[in-house]
Antibody, heavy 125, light 106 residues
Framework: QVQLQESGPGLVKPSETLSLTCTVSGGSISSYYWSWIRQPAGKGLEWIGRIYTSGNTNYNPSLKSRVTMSVDTSKNQFSLKLSSVTAADTAVYYC???????????????????WGQGTLVTVSS | DIQMTQSPSSLSASVGDRVTITCRASQSISTYLNWYQQKPGKAPSLLIFTASTLQSGVPSRFSGSGSGTDFTLTISSLQLEDFATYYCQQSFSTLTFGGGTKVEIK
């Protein structure tokens, strides 16, 4: 059974860069799309972006200017960097594995059937 | 972005009740609509994908329907473990989620 685990600092100062890593166990990271999704306390879910094991990325346009994702297949890990953070970036950050999906203009029919437990990142000085 | 609107935002129901949650897309998304259940302090869990396909291991009391802009998640007979928040998610273009529907005990 595939398991995902987020790791990284729980506290980040405003204007700095949030960095998180997701470690995949129980299966290979290869040949899947991997996403980051966040959820502010008491609010809904926001998709941040996805990365394929080749390194190809797609980002949410609302965050694109601040987001960088990378993958390290030798470690079965992928990572998120979000720059110039503010209090509005305070949230629980989840990593997830994409299922389904095909390219037709956009990447369609994707769903998330494996999630990490989530990690709370607070932006505060 | 495609906006996803769920209704109601919350509801109170009793064990055994039939519960229906709706999700409306701001434009047609064919059947590229998924449903998740989230319990407090936990990650969301996939229930249904492509509008009506039940994820493996999900009880058959959950069902989904719809296409285009209007979708429905139905729980045929609410069980104690079903009290949670439910989210829809479209996968037609840049992924977006609905605002959630909290199902509470009456």
């Amino acid at each position: 059974q595939v398991q995902l685990q987020e790791s990284g600092p729980g506290l980040v100062k405003p204007s700095e860069t949030l960095s998180l890593t997701c470690t995949v166990s129980g299966g290979s990271i290869s040949s899947y799309y991997w996403s980051w999704i966040r959820q502010p306390a008491g609010k809904g879910l926001e998709w941040i972006g996805r990365i394929y094991t080749s390194g190809n990325t797609n980002y949410n346009p609302s965050l694109k200017s601040r987001v960088t994702m990378s993958v390290d297949t030798s470690k079965n890990q992928f990572s998120l960097k979000l720059s110039s953070v503010t209090a509005a970036d305070t949230a629980v950050y989840y990593c997830a594995r994409g299922g389904g999906g095909f390219w037709s203009g956009y990447y369609r029919a994707e769903y998330f059937n494996h999630w990490g437990q989530g990690t709370l990142v607070t932006v505060s000085s | 972005d495609i906006q996803m609107t769920q209704s109601p935002s919350s509801l109170s129901a009793s064990v055994g009740d039939r519960v229906t949650i709706t999700c409306r897309a701001s434009q047609s998304i064919s059947t590229y609509l998924n449903w998740y259940q989230q319990k407090p302090g936990k990650a969301p869990s996939l229930l249904i994908f492509t509008a009506s396909t039940l994820q493996s291991g999900v009880p058959s009391r959950f069902s989904g329907s719809g296409s285009g802009t209007d979708f429905t998640l139905t729980i045929s007979s609410l069980q104690l473990e079903d009290f949670a928040t439910y989210y829809c998610q479209q996968s037609f273009s840049t992924l977006t989620f609905g605002g959630g529907t909290k199902v509470e005990i009456k």
